[in-house]
Structures are given as C-alpha cells and as structure tokens.
C-alpha cells in the first residue's frame, strides 16, 4: 500500500469524526427553557417530502394560519415553529421526532402523518414526558397513552361512522376493497364492526397491494363479478387518484354505489379526479361547506392566505394550535412539558370549524361525522355534506 | 512512517474516538451514530458478498429484518438479554439465508442481483402482512430496553446503548476480520475473480458461495437485532428495498472489497441524507444523488482504493469482470 | 370455459396493453445492457420525462398530442446521448459503478421534477378523441387503451423489423455479440453504441408519453417503472427484442389476469413470476426463441 492511498483514509476519518464533534455544538445534555416567560419552542413533525407531501403542506398552511391570526403567539408566548421532516417511513419519522425532542428540546410536538412513524415514537414522548398533538395519524392500538393527543380522529373512525348508514340505505351485499396497509385494514374492520351490526351483508374483502399498485383494472373485475350492489373503499393520495379514475373507466361509475372514507376525494386529489368522481359518498369529520361561523371564518381566511380551500389535514393542525394556545395559557408561568400536558388534558370544549368538541379518556376527539357527496360545483367537482352520520369518539 | 504502523494508530485513534463520543455530544446525535454503526455492519455484510466474493445483492435488507424481527419477538417474549436476542437473531438471519441463498445461487451476475432484489422485496411484503407476527405495517412497538448481560439493568440513556451497540459492532466486525484471513476468506476472493478456475482447480464453489450467503444473513440478521436494541422499534420499512439499494451504495462509495470503507461508506451515506439532509428538508434524495455523482467521478475506486494485502492494485474492471 | 372467458376477456385484453407499454419501457434497457454493457439505472427517469412532457404539452387536442410525442423523442434522444456520454468513462468499470452514477442522475433528476411539477401525482387526460370507455363483449373498457395497443403493437412490430430483419438490426445484433470484430470490420462501434442508447431512451420516453393516460407522472414513479423494467428485461434475455417482447407480454399478464385470479397472493406474483422464469430459463425467456 502506498501512501498516497493513506491520504484519502486519514481525511475521510478526520471528516468523520469532526462532523460528530460539530453536532456538539447543538448543545449539551439538559438544557432548560425558560419558564416564565420568553419565547416557547414547538416542533412541527410533517412530511416535506415523499409521497405524503401534500398532507404535510395542508397541516403546515393550517398551523401556520391560526399562529398568523394570533401575532405569533400561543397562550401569550411567542412561538419558535421548528419544522422537521417526517420524510415516508418510520425511520424517518424517528429520527426527525429524537432531533427535535433530544436536540432542539422543544416544548411539545404537533403533526405526524404516518401511523408507522407515530407507533415509533410512543416511547419518545412517554419516557421523555413530552405532550404530542397528533394532527393526522391515530392507529386504532394507542390507547393508553398519557402524553399523546390527536385532533384528527381515531383511524377506524371513518369506517364506522359509514357503516350502519350503508347497511340501512344499500339492499343487497357490499364489496370491501381497501389498500393492503394498516390504515386500510382499520377502516374496513371499523366499517365492518358497525356494518354487520345493522345488519348488512359482506360480498368480499381484499385489499390492494399498497403502494404499488396503479391498475386497478383486476380488482375491479373481480368487484363486477361479484354482483355487489355497494362498494367501500380505503384509498389515500395517488392511489385514490387512480382508483376513482379507472373506477368511472371501466363502468362502475353509477352501476355500483360507491362509499368511501373522505380521505379518496379530500383535497388535491379531488381536482385531480374530476368529473369521474361524480356521486361518490364519503364520510368524513368535516367539510368546507360545514355551517357554522368558526368555519365560514376559517375558509374565508385560509382561502385568502393559500388560494384553496381547506382540508380536514389543515383544519385538524389548526384546531392543534388552538388547543395548545389554551393549554399553554392555562398552564401559566410554570410551563414545562409536563404542566403542558396536564393543562391538555383540561382544555375543554374546542370551538372548531368543525363544530365544537372535546378530547375523550383516550386523547381523541368525540365529534360528528358527516356524508358527503362529490357533485359538480362552480367549475370544478366538490364534496357536498348530504348528511350528518352521528357521533363518535 | 511504516504503512503498518500509521494503519494501526488510525485505528487506535478512531477506536478512542468512538468510545469518548457519548462524552461529546447530545443523546440525538449518539443516538444517530448508533444507526450508522449498525448500518455499517449491514454494509459490512453486503461487502462481504459483493466486494469480497463478486455476487452483487439487494437483498440483506431481507435478512436483516429478519434478525430485527427475531430480535423484537424474542425481546417481548422470552428474554431482555441483548446476546440472546442478537444469537437467536443471526440464527434467524442464517436460516432464512440457507432457504433462499439456493434459489439465488443458480445465477451470477444481474440475474443474482434481481433474485436478491426479488428475495428483498418479497420479504418485506411479507413483513407488512404476517399481522400476528410482525404487527403489520404499522409496526412492531413495545420493546422493552435491551439488558446487556444478565443481572444487569435495561439500558435507558442513549450513551448506554450506544456502548451496547458499539460492543456489538466491534465484536462482529473482528469476526468477519478473522474470517477475511483465513483460507476461506482467500478462497471468496478467488470466487470473485474466476470461479470457473477455481472450480477447475477442485474447490467447491457453489458450496463456497452458499456459505458466506448464510454466514452474511446471519451478520445481517445479528445487525437486525442491534437495530431493534437501539430503536426500540420495528417496521417493514427497516427492510425494503431502499434500505437494501443504500447499503449497496455505501459499499461502492467506500470502495469494494474494503471493511472500514464500508462502514465509512455507510456513514456518509446516513449523515448525507438525515444530517444535511435535515438542513435541506426534502431534498435528501438529491444531496445523495450528488455524493454518488461526485464519488464515482472523482474517487474511482471509492474511498478506500484497493485494501486487501494480496493483488494490490487490481483494476475495478478486472475485479468485476463477472459482475 | 366461456364463462371464464366472458369473466376474464377484459383483464387478458388489459395484460396486453400494460404488457405492451413494458415493452416500450423495456426495450431500450435490454438492448442498453446487452449490447453497451451499461446498467441505466436512469431509465425510469426517462419515462417520467416523456409523461411529464404529455401533462404539460398533451391538452386534449391532436397537435397537443403530437407536440407531446415530439418534444418527448427529443428530450428522449437528449437524455439518451447525455447518460451515453456520462457512462462512457466508467465503461470499463463495471457495473456497479455505472449502477451509483445512474442511480444518482436518477435521484437528482427526480428532485428536479418534483420541485418543477410538484410532489402529487399528476393525471393526464388522452386526447378527446380517445376519452370514455368503450364496450367489449359487454365490459367496459377505455378507449385510450385499446388504441394505446394498436400504437404500442405497431411501434413493437417496427422495433422488431427494425431490429431482426434490417441491415441496421444486423450491425446492432453483431456489436452485442461481438463488439471487437466488428470495430475490426472498420465500423465506429462507438456511434453505434451512442445510437442505440439514444434509440432505447427516446423510446422509453415515448412510452411515457403514451403511457402517462394509464400510469401518470409522480414522485416515486420513476422507480416503479425502473423495476418493472428490470424484471422484464431478466424475464426476456438480455439484449434480445424479441425476448423482451414476451418478457413484457409475459409479465403484463401476471399483473392483470393474474392478479384477478389470485388477489390474495397479488403483491408476490411479478417477483414470483420472475423467480419462477429465472429457474426454469436461467438465460431468459428468448432461450426459448432463440436458435442454439
């Protein structure tokens, strides 16, 4: 071995190393806030980047929007946004929610799209005494969890609140097809749960592999062949693009009632679907066109700011902000995580554009949930509330 | 300075400095150096059958999640003690090695590198299916803190538990140093460079070549366990295919064939996408797009050149005749 | 059996159509590596470029179309004779490094996509022509794809001729064969390589062109075709066209009327059958074909 080689070897090593050293300089271990006064360090844990982009960019818009209309503050204090890349998968995720909780020693965390990532960092914020409020993801399994709220809803719960509904107002048997993952699993066992109940009849169940499948042509036979009269479905992002697509492509439009969970037509994707996804229900915990004054506000403002209209992603991260806002004033000059995530606990009733609610004993909303049904509307297609399905939670 | 001598205080030297860094910086960062370190065994594991013995592969990732879902299921079920989960772990990663390592081994060259990818991907579905094993796609939590030796406490801090993934790393790492000397070791090399000479001189290579198949999947399924110790968590995502094609990568960048560039190569590969990466949210992939374009360009023959004692100086082109 | 086939005509008839949009991504990888040696790891870049361009340019009129079609060959051939100069240097290096290079182009490129068109997937509509959905035996099926398979079939009967049975073919044929007597036959091989390499790009980003109305452009998209392509290409035999025609009608079948088949076993059935070709024909599918 010559020394020239060695050059390379030793250098690379110094880098190494001297990249390590320069992380120290993010700061020791156990540096305190201030807590009375001064500025408060939020993390905001969203996707900037993957296949789930689009979420992270609604619920960034709807946190930035209530900070906006609150001169920055929450509860009083001002408040030091730090945004960090939930990325596509849990390891991502992971290391995105240590950096913020173990280095940036943030006061508590908001977001969290994927159910991977929040199943990761349970252990995170229960040992670290750290609050969450989720703003999207909620695995049906997190249930005992002190330190961690959502402001979405519970996975299952778009599921359930169709159920009964379907089974009441479809006669004849209903085709299951969902995405082959977590999310999609929970929605067809919470539809199925409440379903069955009332009395309806499953024609089959299967699921799509996720994220890989783009012709669903297959799936729809299958579904034409077996003689359903109904159809409910799981699909988020791309996937829910082709699917309600290729849905009116090859004739099940119109000849095979379609339900879904308002994650198939919610947002971008909607405009992306077009006029194929005329007549599709889904249920969802709020609309656009919900009536109440909070809401009516909330479009009006985020239509201004964002030149779109809001999605349940952005109202779920706004209505976050609000109950942080509370929570941190109501926890006064003695702010830690841990006083923040008591004073969560006793926020009360929210005043959303939602309509109002409050958290339950598990840390997710008791809410109404709401039919919709995409119909053609000044230019473009929309969702239209058709009818309210109750509450749960 | 005699090469011997300079070779071996850089190795004390970065020795020293990996035990001191819990010392030097905060839990996040110790906490990121352990994902490297096990990254880095994964590398080690891929350099083992793509530098050392020529067959290029995408797929330890498969095995390493096997080992990072024994490691889990043992961790919740029968014991905390970190040895244990990581023996049965390298087991695990053994035997699904031996049960798909025939199937791949009929071919060489791109075709052993699609039955790899084939083999990755297949597992990693499977992964997100097997409900009542795996928990699914969304992951398996719940993982009680690793106990490094009996009667011993669970390690909590981060500090500890990079001592416990840093012992590990090295006691595996010596390992396959050991078995880099011996005879075998010589022998994958011959594999590399003319298996049809070998095979004429009367070793038996494809007996060869399904050896270290499985002695890899166990080092790749006793990393897993590592994974699964330091994270406390496991999901389907640990082992895909873009886990499998960054290994691969960081091997290249750090130059075929050489142990210590691995791992480098696995360094720079995580701190390039969630250090820097950080700084550009969102833009990870590109800021890796650019270290491959500027490795390949302008260190030829990836960080660590040519490394092993015999035949220095063989051309890449040579060494990859068969690839 | 009509049964069946009443069942099953419309997933047999749409494994054709994927099958043929793989064969126009997959063609010019196969010949690519059979003949330069060269694994692109770039390719699925290529067919995101072409569908791009049909989103941007393709508003539902026949000129959108056509200027679709003719940017795409453009940016194809472009692409094509950039990724050939690029790889040249690491010719003799092997393939994992043309591997990191490509896949770094891929990523870079990617980034620069996404950032330009944005991270959702973008749908692209066919020209009015070809919207709706038309009847087959009574199921409906789309018109865009039916006369996707009349193109794709057309362009695949001209890439065939234009492979096995002109003089042009031939000299290709002969450089993946033996690239060394035919640079002695006083023929710049490197041309030769420089223009398939931007034959098979334009190709592939044609496919992408056409094929954006049945698989739209989209962050990660790049990467599906990517190995969709690869399996194809193993499936058919290296450097063949007409392995890789079957490899692509082969595996357009497994992912349509397979999957209608067996939907539980759906994610297994591309890797399965490539695993299942592979130890049957380790050489590929054109073993098959191919005179000994």
């Not at chain 3, 998209?221 to 193993?234: A, G, I, N, R």
Request: charged share 15%; glycine share 12%.
């Amino acid at each position: 071995m010559d020394a020239r080689i060695r050059r390379p070897q030793r250098l690379a090593l110094v880098a190494a190393a001297a990249a390590m050293a320069l992380t120290a300089c993010g700061g020791g271990l156990g540096s305190e806030a201030d807590s009375s006064s001064g500025p408060v360090k939020i993390g905001l844990l969203v996707p900037q980047s993957g296949v789930y982009k689009s979420l992270g960019d609604d619920m960034k818009n709807g946190w930035e929007l209530y900070l906006d209309q609150h001169d920055g503050q929450l509860g009083g204090r001002e408040v030091d946004t730090v945004l960090a890349d939930e990325g596509e998968t849990a390891d991502t995720g992971k290391s995105a929610a240590d950096r913020l909780v173990k280095q940036e020693q943030v006061l508590a965390v908001t977001g969290v799209v994927s159910s991977a990532t929040m199943n990761g960092v349970v252990d995170l914020f229960e040992t670290g005494g750290v609050p969450l409020v989720g703003s999207n993801a909620s695995p049906t399994t997190l249930t005992d969890a002190e330190y961690i709220w959502r402001t979405s809803y519970v996975n299952d719960e778009p599921g359930k609140a169709l159920g009964a509904y379907v089974a009441e107002n479809v006669d004849g048997p209903v085709y299951l097809l969902a995405a082959d993952y977590q999310a999609g699993i929970d929605e067809v066992e919470g539809f199925k749960e409440t379903f069955l109940e009332a009395g309806g009849e499953v024609a089959d169940e299967v699921y799509t592999p996720f994220p890989t499948t783009t012709n669903f042509q297959p799936f729809l036979a299958n579904l034409q062949k077996s003689g359903a009269e109904a159809v409910f479905t799981f699909y988020a992002g791309g996937a829910a693009v082709d699917f309600v697509k290729q849905y009116d492509a090859f004739g099940l439009a119109g000849k095979v009632d379609h339900y879904s969970a308002g994650f198939l037509t919610e947002g971008g994707v909607l405009d992306a679907q077009g006029a194929a996804a005329e007549g599709t229900f889904t249920a969802m915990n709020y609309n656009h066109d919900l009536d109440n004054e909070t809401n009516q506000e909330f479009v009006q403002a985020y239509e201004e700011a964002y030149g779109m209209k809001p999605t349940t992603y952005a109202m779920a991260s706004y209505d976050a902000a609000q109950v942080l806002d509370k929570a941190i004033e109501s926890a006064g000059d003695d702010l830690t995580s841990e006083t923040l995530n008591a004073a969560i606990g006793e926020v009360g009733e929210i005043d959303s554009p939602r309509g109002t609610w409050s958290f339950n004993d598990n840390g997710t909303p008791v809410q109404t949930w709401y039919l919709r049904e995409v119909q053609a509307a000044d230019g473009g297609m929309a969702n239209v509330v058709v009818d309210e399905l109750g509450e749960l939670g | 300075m005699n090469p011997v001598l300079a070779r071996r205080l850089v190795g004390a030297g970065v020795l020293v400095v990996l035990l001191a860094l819990p010392w030097m910086i905060n839990p996040y960062a110790i906490s990121t150096v352990s994902r490297i370190l096990v990254f880095a065994l994964l590398a080690i594991s891929v350099n083992l059958l793509t530098g050392v013995t020529g067959l290029p592969t995408l797929g330890q990732s498969a095995y390493f999640g096997v080992g990072a879902y024994t490691g889990a299921i043992v961790a919740t079920t029968v014991t905390a003690v970190g040895p244990v989960q990581m023996l049965l772990a390298a087991l695990a990663g053994a035997v699904a090695a031996a049960v798909t390592g025939p199937v791949a081994m009929r071919a060489r060259g791109v075709a052993f590198l699609m039955i790899t990818l084939a083999i990755g991907e297949i597992a990693y579905t499977a992964a997100g299916r097997l409900d009542p094993i795996t928990h699914g796609t969304d992951g398996f939590s719940g993982i009680p803190p690793v106990v490094p030796l009996p009667g011993l406490p669970p390690l909590v801090i981060d500090g500890l538990v990079y001592y416990y993934v840093l012992a590990g790393f090295l006691l595996l790492y010596a390992v396959v140093a050991v078995l880099l000397r011996s005879p075998f070791g010589l022998a994958l090399r011959g594999l590399r460079d003319n298996e049809a000479r070998l095979r004429a001189v009367g070793y038996p290579t494809t007996a060869f070549a399904l050896t270290i198949y499985c002695l890899t999947g166990a080092l790749a399924g006793a990393a897993g366990s590592l994974w699964t110790s330091a994270q406390r968590f496991v999901a389907p995502g640990d082992m895909g295919f873009q886990v499998a094609a960054l290994a691969l990568l960081a091997v290249i960048i750090g130059g075929l064939g050489s142990m210590w560039g691995s791992c480098v190569g696995a360094a720079l590969v995580v701190l390039t996408r969630d250090y820097l990466g950080g700084y550009v949210a969102g833009h990870g992939p590109l800021l890796l797009g650019i270290l491959f374009v500027l490795v390949v360009y302008l260190l030829p023959r990836g960080l660590a050149g040519t490394s092993w004692r015999r035949g220095s100086g063989r051309s890449r082109s040579r060494q990859e005749a068969r690839t | 059996m009509l049964d069946w086939l009443d069942a099953n005509l419309v997933s047999m008839v749409d494994g054709v159509a994927y099958g043929l949009l793989l064969f126009t991504l997959a063609v010019g990888l196969s010949l690519v590596f059979g003949m330069m040696d060269v694994l692109n790891l770039a390719h699925g870049t290529l067919y995101l470029l072409g569908a791009y361009a049909a989103y941007a340019l393709s508003d539902g009129s026949w000129l959108g179309l056509l200027v679709a079609v003719v940017v795409g060959l453009l940016v194809g051939v472009a692409g094509g004779g950039l990724l050939a100069a690029l790889t040249q240097p690491l010719a003799s290096r092997g393939h994992l490094d043309q591997a990191l290079l490509t896949l770094g182009i891929a990523f870079i490129a990617a980034d620069v996509l996404a950032a330009v068109f944005g991270s959702e997937v973008l749908p692209t509509a066919p020209p009015n022509g070809l919207t709706g959905s038309a009847s087959i035996l009574g199921h409906n099926y789309p018109v865009y794809r039916l006369a996707f398979i009349g193109i794709a079939g057309a362009l695949a009967a001209l890439v065939y001729l234009l492979f096995e049975r002109s003089s042009l073919g031939a000299l290709v044929r002969a450089t993946v064969a033996d690239r060394d007597m035919v640079r002695a036959g006083g023929i710049d091989t490197r041309k030769v390589m420089f223009g398939v390499f931007a034959f098979g790009a334009a190709l592939a980003t044609l496919g992408g062109v056409l094929g954006a109305p049945i698989l739209a452009p989209g962050p990660g998209v790049d990467e599906t075709v990517l190995v969709l392509s690869l399996v194809v290409v193993v499936v058919g035999g290296l450097g063949s066209v007409p392995g890789a025609l079957l490899g692509a009608l082969l595996i357009g079948q497994v992912q349509t009327l397979g999957v209608a088949l067996m939907p539980a076993y759906a994610p297994f059935l591309l890797f399965g059958a490539m695993l299942v070709v592979l130890a049957w024909r380790p050489d590929g599918l054109v073993s098959l074909v191919r005179r000994a």
